[in-house]
């Protein structure tokens, strides 16, 4: 059963309600769902729908963030949640390096369209810290992942293309085949943990769960998104090693179903996992585009040691290279980098960086590992997937669940508000 964290102090109790009747909750919610409700729109209506969904998107933001900041400002909440400083000074650092910006206007509308999602996501978390038990918040953080990433699974169902060998490189249903392969890696592994670890979870979102992961199981091997079998794989292992509350038949059984399905897929030549294999080592033959331009980034860097501090500029590692490299040819530059890690060190320079690593990332992989891995295998999409895009930009399809999970280990360590028991009703 979940806990809403509640403070003792009488006058404080109106604020702090069970999540369903809570609306900086289903706003918090309502955010994450969506950008993959925008994604659908957009692959369904040719980016039409972007004139809307983009305006409607901000407008959700700013109420949130009214509606947050107003019904805590009895508490001056800005000042609560001591590691919100680490958000802070990020942000702070960032602005101080955008005047050496190769493209200055760029990475100012960049970065200043990311400011408010960071302060909402941060404060959100803090705010449900203070209302709700920290591992309490973490299962409904999870429903909330597993629900907005099972609506492409079920967007596939209605598509007609359930019979589909690889969707490598094509859209269906209004996603492309990478946001199937994240979507239902991001599906299956919190399914697994809800199924696992949350006792009250309502029988709809259970038999949700039931139905759809045969069908995201199969999307995803079909996806030919290497990152999403990747993740997936890791997610599993993580279960394999270090599950502590499963029987081991039935660890050895999930191991042989997951055997088999890899010989089946290895086994006919037109499958996606055996065309993105022969792609791989053919890129690992010949050099892959994207690595190429990385190690470009990379020597530009080393020849010109200013930029180890500056950085090119949020957004504007391509401004640099073609200035810093006058003979080097722009068409080459028609690819990204598709990695946020890379994005924020050459945009933001190896201080910067190395600062989001350590309090961002690498904190939430270290505190996983102590306090949750024995029970959770929910983390590897979230962190590894931002390798496969690039997740500073609060419209990406990851966006949300890599900055709520890094959020929500920034601030575990805080000592929470004493509360008493109320149970707070299904999602």
């Not at 000074?89 to 493209?103: E, H, K, M, Q, R």
């Not at 050459?346 to 102590?370: D, K, T």
């Amino acid at each position: 059963m979940l806990s809403a964290t509640i403070p003792i102090e009488a006058p404080q109790k109106e604020l702090l309600q069970a999540p369903k009747n809570d609306w900086n909750w289903k706003l918090f919610a309502i955010n994450i769902g969506s950008v993959v409700i925008s994604y659908w729109l957009a692959g369904l209506t040719g980016m039409a729908s972007n004139i809307i969904t983009k305006p409607l998107r901000i407008v959700l933001l700013v109420g949130s963030l009214y509606y947050l900041f107003s019904m805590t400002r009895k508490q001056i909440f800005i000042f609560k949640g001591r590691n919100s400083w680490k958000m802070w000074i990020f942000i702070l650092l960032n602005i101080y390096v955008i005047p050496f910006s190769f493209n200055f206007f760029s990475s100012f509308e960049k970065f200043f369209n990311l400011i408010p999602f960071l302060i909402y996501i941060n404060y959100a978390i803090v705010y449900l810290y203070r209302n709700i038990e920290k591992e309490d918040l973490l299962i409904l953080i999870l429903r909330v992942f597993n629900l907005v990433y099972g609506f492409p699974v079920i967007a596939f169902l209605f598509s007609g293309s359930v019979g589909e060998k690889d969707i490598y490189g094509d859209a269906v249903g209004g996603f492309a085949n990478n946001h199937y392969g994240w979507a239902c890696a991001m599906f299956l592994l919190t399914s697994l943990d809800l199924y696992r670890n949350d006792s009250s979870l309502s029988s709809k979102h259970l038999w949700f769960i039931r139905i759809l992961a045969p069908l995201a199981v199969m999307l995803l091997s079909i996806s030919g998104s290497r990152s999403g079998y990747l993740t997936f794989s890791l997610g599993f292992l993580i279960f394999i090693l270090r599950n502590s509350n499963t029987h081991l038949a039935i660890k050895l059984f999930s191991v042989l179903l997951v055997f088999l399905l890899i010989f089946q897929l290895y086994g006919d030549q037109e499958s996606a996992l055996n065309k993105r294999l022969n792609k791989t080592e053919k890129q690992l033959k010949e050099g892959e585009a994207r690595a190429k331009l990385a190690n470009l980034c990379f020597e530009s860097m080393s020849n010109y040691p200013e930029t180890m501090l500056t950085g090119f500029g949020f957004y504007s590692f391509k401004d640099a290279l073609l200035r810093l490299n006058p003979n080097y040819n722009p068409r080459k530059l028609k690819i990204n980098l598709h990695n946020s890690y890379y994005e924020l060190l050459f945009g933001s320079g190896y201080l910067i960086f190395l600062f989001f690593l350590v309090f961002f990332p690498l904190r939430s992989i270290l505190i996983f590992a102590l306090k949750h891995s024995s029970k959770y295998v929910f983390l590897p999409p979230v962190i590894l997937i931002p390798l496969f895009e690039n997740n500073f930009n609060p419209g990406q399809f990851m966006f949300f669940p890599w900055f709520v999970i890094m959020f929500y280990y920034l601030h575990y360590s805080e000592t929470q508000t004493p509360i008493y028991s109320k149970k707070i009703m299904d999602l």
